[in-house]
């Protein structure tokens, strides 16, 4: 693969990862952090870029993005790939990046209520670029994501030679813990969840376009993946600086926001007037874009794979169901959707987490049999991912939340499924090399 292939492939990864979302978390962070802003960031970029970057990698020394989950249980592994894929799709991530483009990108513009044309005719044109799935790494990678990153890069120039304000005092836990609340923040973008189902769009992308067929091939992959994973991760963690800048100098024309949307939006504002709203507006609608043709691409995928669906015809019902929950209240598909992602997200970092570690063993013909030790990590990483799942959604009742902060590390980071899980796994390491020891204790004995 040549440099130019190489430099495609990663500006197309780094537009997949880049919705709206992921524009609008950042700036609010860096206002609340204030004179911490940086310290924070810091702790955003080990979780929100850190994580996809690894899933990334796993994926691509991987014969197939499937394999992933070949050590589970047959009906785990199944309800795995259909949560994720509906819930990182029609049923939650799509609507919303439809309805945050026509909120950022075209309310401003127009009085009326248009949600209903604008979210057809968005998906529309997402269904006439993910019905062309070769040429996904030329529409993304070398057009729309060039545009986006000048975009990006003129409104974040202009701030840094006239910037608005400067870094107010810290708030709140930015106060005391910077870093392990940018931690936080970076996780709940939920990326590292994201990067298992991009994974099928970007592995597949250096696939086909990795021309080399010799004995090297995986080896090869490798090297390209590092390379393309490298590139996403520089763009990703310099935007996220950029944004991150925004915000902390954002107290004078923006105080109390009440996301980050408002921050750029006054920003653009009051860096460019009119012209200023327009250029975000525009980054707005290409972030959305590529994120919804990224993940429309990937179920479709998905589904004809596994199901046998025809690409074009899954992709079309994609399409119009996006089109129609865009439509029906997504303050209640959130609401519904919400406590299965935050229940899957460490479901997908424990897995890759238990890939590395204590890969499953060949079965028959090669493929890898059921691993316990896999299933149970996933168990546990559901188990306690539920318990954050309530706290979040405040549905735990007081005694289970003094004796979650008691017992449990992490627990008011919403992050107390992550030390069983690592314990967990470490056991099982351990299990596994005293195992082996002790085999090859017996082998050597009967020579």
Request: charged share 10%.
């Amino acid at each position: 693969m040549n440099r130019r292939e190489l430099a495609a492939i990663g500006f197309m990864t780094f537009a997949l990862f880049l919705g709206a979302g992921n524009l609008i978390f950042p700036p609010l962070m860096a206002q609340q952090a204030g004179d911490n802003w940086l310290l924070a960031v810091a702790g955003f970029l080990v979780t929100a870029v850190g994580l996809p970057a690894i899933t990334l990698l796993i994926l691509a020394r991987l014969p197939s993005v499937e394999h992933l989950t070949l050590g589970l249980p047959k009906w785990m592994d199944r309800s795995f790939w259909l949560l994720i894929f509906t819930t990182i799709g029609p049923a939650f991530a799509l609507p919303r990046a439809v309805t945050v483009a026509y909120e950022m990108g075209v309310k401003p513009f127009y009085s009326g209520d248009g949600l209903l044309l604008f979210s057809v005719f968005f998906c529309v044109l997402t269904l006439v670029l993910a019905l062309r799935p070769g040429k996904l790494v030329d529409y993304i990678g070398k057009v729309m994501t060039p545009a986006l990153i000048i975009m990006l890069c003129a409104l974040t120039l202009f701030a840094l030679f006239n910037p608005l304000g400067s870094a107010s005092e810290a708030t709140g836990p930015y106060q005391s813990a910077p870093v392990v609340s940018g931690l936080t923040q970076g996780y709940m973008t939920l990326d590292a969840l994201a990067a298992v189902v991009f994974g099928w769009v970007i592995i597949n992308a250096i696939r086909r376009t990795d021309k080399k067929s010799t004995n090297g091939r995986r080896n090869t992959l490798t090297r390209s993946t590092l390379v393309i994973v490298g590139i996403y991760a520089i763009l990703m963690s310099a935007c996220y600086l950029a944004m991150g800048y925004l915000g902390a100098t954002s107290s004078n024309i923006a105080p109390n926001a009440g996301n980050g949307g408002e921050i750029l939006a006054a920003y653009a504002a009051g860096q460019f007037g009119m012209m200023g709203q327009v250029i975000l507006a525009l980054i707005t609608l290409i972030a959305c874009l590529t994120t919804t043709v990224g993940i429309t691409t990937a179920n479709a995928h998905y589904y004809e794979n596994t199901y046998g669906v025809k690409f074009a015809l899954s992709t079309g019902i994609i399409c119009g169901l996006t089109a129609t929950i865009s439509n029906i209240g997504l303050e209640a598909l959130i609401q519904l959707s919400l406590p299965v992602i935050l229940v899957l997200c460490p479901v997908a970092i424990s897995l890759v987490m238990a890939v590395i570690v204590i890969p499953a063993k060949s079965g028959v013909q090669g493929a890898p049999a059921i691993s316990k030790g896999q299933t149970l990590v996933v168990s546990v990483a559901a188990l306690f991912g539920t318990l954050d799942a309530l706290m979040i959604l405040g549905k735990l009742p007081e005694d289970a939340i003094e004796l979650g902060q008691s017992m449990l590390p992490l627990f008011n980071e919403n992050l107390s499924w992550l030390v069983p899980a690592v314990i967990t796994l470490m056991l099982l390491k351990l299990v596994r090399l005293l195992n082996t020891s002790k085999r090859n204790s017996i082998a050597e004995l009967q020579q």
